[in-house]
């Protein structure tokens, strides 16, 4: 059988989702460990989007097959007693054979929280990029429209990157500021390496008045991540949610950080 599943992580100890060499820490080798000690049998999972060291997850989505049968009660309860505490398994669903968390998804948003206040935040550490000059989130907003469409973002890719083409569809970028949090939402067909950071640290720029809004328009039409601007932290990043189609009838959870 194949299954989906919806997953939270706190990134802050992790060195991103993929396996690496052994005694690296990853998100994907603690879901793997966990679902085959329930399954009894070796487990490879497979996920929406890859997140790198620091990254934290609302919901990511995984799939994976297995031949054991198990209730899908016990599989999210088993899988959890099994995993660490900064992991921690939603929701799960037996979908069709066609179905792939990478290659069947439509759409992935992502969520990058600043806190912008004069003192930095203990019980926030990890979880939020801070900012202790003010921020203008208009000025922000105004400036991250200039990105929205399908536009090569080969300014805004890591140098490391290695997607075959740089060419991406942003279909909005929204940026609100809720009492000392300005929250940046991203949403596209898919996302470049260090893409969402590469945007936040040009529009964080923009955002003191160190650059004008047309910045970032700049930035793009250069092609070019050398001439662009500096990576923003990985604690405020959030995979936070992936459409695929009607069809498959994927459960939405809900998000705590729905509620800042």
Known sequence: ????????????????????????????NCVEKALSQVANEAITVFCAGRTDAGVHALEQIIHFETTAIRAERNWLLGVNVNLPKDISIVWIKAVEEDFHARFSAQARTYR??????????????????????????????????????????????????QAKSP???????????????????????????????????????????????????????????RKGGVTAKPDGLYFKKVDYPAQYQLPQSSSLFDLI
């Open 112 to 161: 990058y929280l600043i806190l912008n206040q004069q003192s930095r935040s203990a019980l926030y550490y990890g979880r939020v990029t801070w900012s202790h000059r003010p921020l203008d989130a208009t000025i922000m907003h105004e400036a991250a429209q200039s990105l929205v469409g399908t536009w090569d973002f080969s300014s805004y890719r890591a140098l490391a990157c």
């Open 1 to 28: 059988m194949r299954f989906a599943m919806g997953i939270e992580y706190n990134g802050q100890s992790f060195h991103g989702w993929q396996t690496q060499q052994l005694g690296v820490r990853t998100v994907q």
């Open 167 to 225: 060419i991406k569809t942003v279909e909005y970028i929204k940026i609100t500021r809720q009492n000392a949090f300005i929250i940046l939402d991203i949403k596209a067909n898919a996302f470049l390496h260090h893409m969402v950071r590469n945007i936040a640290g040009v529009l964080i720029t923009i955002g003191r008045g160190e650059q004008p809004a047309l910045w970032s328009k700049t930035i793009l039409d250069y092609k070019d991540r």
